[in-house]
């Protein structure tokens, strides 16, 4: 069968719905789909048996044209040995010309077995698509730790490529999908890894992709209690704490709350930088956010060249007279 359509991972959870990045690469594969005369967007769904007419509607709403379902309630969470074996079937049965799959940790794995097992190229971590000469998939990557972009052909089909959440925006038209149900024998799947347990993990912190309002540390917060202002900060602007990569690295951020290239790609509507330099890796990270905010002690820091609003100055007196401002606002509110 000639490769035909691009086929997009849709990975969702029954308590959150559809996965934004799933959304912003319909609408991505939109545009590339008006390029490459008749072919059709596809999303594989895996998961249990359940009803699936909203997530279908929904689908279509972002642009598929297909959505394939493959249900059992083994398929309830994700399962290293099932999830990737079963997108590859799909993917051998109806043979596309494109995959696309979110870079999260569910969309690596799928892509790395999937990209193995058809023997095809993956470029990973996309910072944009397009179709380039002979209708391939032009994939462009951050390269040379973030100070090169590399734009990527890959000649042989199904051409893959995994994109960070956030990268694209996601919108919807009129549009509705047609669903596709498939049965595939799970107990033939080789079982490699067994899940033995499910610890969630307890963190008291919301979420920075789809954070409104992000305050954002740097190493010029890890000292002296600095990372206990931006906490505070947030808390008065009921913003989501976030931070550099340097902040990770000293242990006064959760991975998951780490920004940039190797991080999170965040779209808040405002971002509050404070102590960050904004290296490239960091630039990659914001560069989708409404405003941003910067508080930095010295004048020719880079992050200054991209911040809408600049502060110069040290932050342990800014930060703290600007909570006692946020105090007295809201004790004039009370009043
Ligand atoms: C392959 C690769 C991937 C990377 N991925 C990421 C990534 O995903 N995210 C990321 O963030 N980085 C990433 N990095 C690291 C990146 O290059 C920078 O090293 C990092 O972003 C710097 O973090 P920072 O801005 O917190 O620290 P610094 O660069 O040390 O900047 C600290 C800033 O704080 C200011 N400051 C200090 N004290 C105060 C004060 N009292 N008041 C106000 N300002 C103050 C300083 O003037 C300075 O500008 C990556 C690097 C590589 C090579």
Same mark, same amino acid.
């Given at each position: 069968m000639e490769p035909n359509g691009i086929l997009i991972y849709g990975e969702f959870t029954q308590d959150y719905g559809i996965r934004n990045v799933v959304k912003q690469l319909l609408t991505k594969s939109r545009e590339l789909k008006e390029k490459i005369w008749n072919q059709r967007i596809c999303v594989c769904l895996i998961g249990p048996r359940i009803n699936y007419e909203n997530i279908i509607s929904e689908l279509g709403s972002y642009g598929a044209d297909d959505v394939i379902i493959v249900s059992d309630d083994r398929l309830k969470e994700y399962n290293h040995n099932f999830h990737p074996e079963i997108f590859t079937q799909i993917a051998k049965k109806y043979p596309p010309r494109i995959i696309l799959l979110g870079a999260t940790e569910q969309g690596k794995e799928i892509a790395s077995y999937c990209s193995t097992k058809l023997e095809t190229g993956l470029t990973a971590d996309c910072s944009d698509l397009d179709i380039g000469e002979n209708n391939l998939? !032009?994939?462009? *990557?951050?390269?040379?730790?973030? =100070?090169?972009?590399?734009?990527?052909?890959?000649?042989?089909?199904? =051409? $893959?490529?995994?994109? $960070? %959440?956030?990268?694209?925006?996601?919108?919807?038209?009129?549009?509705?999908?047609?669903? @596709?149900?498939?049965? @595939?024998?799970?107990?033939?799947? %080789?079982?490699?890894?067994? !899940?033995?347990?499910?610890?969630?993990?307890?963190?008291?912190?919301?979420? +920075?992709?789809?954070?409104?309002? @992000?305050? /954002?540390?740097? /190493? &010029?917060?890890?000292?002296?209690? &600095?990372?206990?202002?931006?906490?505070? !900060?947030?808390?008065? !602007?009921?913003?989501?704490v976030a931070g550099s990569r340097e902040a990770y690295e *000293?242990?006064?951020?959760?991975?998951? =709350? =780490?920004?940039?290239?190797? &991080?999170?790609?965040?779209?808040?509507? +405002?971002? @509050?930088?404070?102590?960050?330099? &904004?290296?490239?890796?960091h630039l990659t990270g914001i560069k989708n956010s409404g405003k941003i905010i910067a508080v930095n002690k010295d004048k020719n820091a880079p992050i200054f060249e991209h911040a809408d609003i600049g502060i110069v100055g040290d932050l342990f007196e800014i930060i703290p007279n600007l909570i006692r401002n946020l105090d007295k606002k809201e004790e004039d509110n009370d009043q």
């Open positions: 998939l !032009l994939s462009t *990557r951050p390269t040379f730790g973030g =100070q090169l972009t590399a734009d990527i052909l890959c000649s042989t089909f199904p =051409q $893959m490529a995994t994109v $960070m %959440e956030n990268i694209f925006k996601a919108s919807q038209i009129e549009h509705s999908a047609n669903a @596709i149900f498939n049965w @595939i024998d799970i107990d033939k799947i %080789e079982k490699k890894v067994e !899940l033995v347990n499910i610890i969630k993990k307890n963190i008291n912190t919301k979420t +920075i992709e789809n954070a409104k309002i @992000i305050v /954002s540390g740097g /190493s &010029g917060a890890c000292k002296d209690n &600095g990372f206990a202002l931006i906490y505070q !900060l947030a808390q008065k !602007l009921h913003a989501t *000293r242990g006064f951020i959760t991975k998951s =709350q =780490q920004v940039g290239q190797t &991080g999170k790609i965040v779209s808040p509507d +405002i971002y @509050i930088a404070i102590g960050i330099s &904004g290296a490239n890796q």
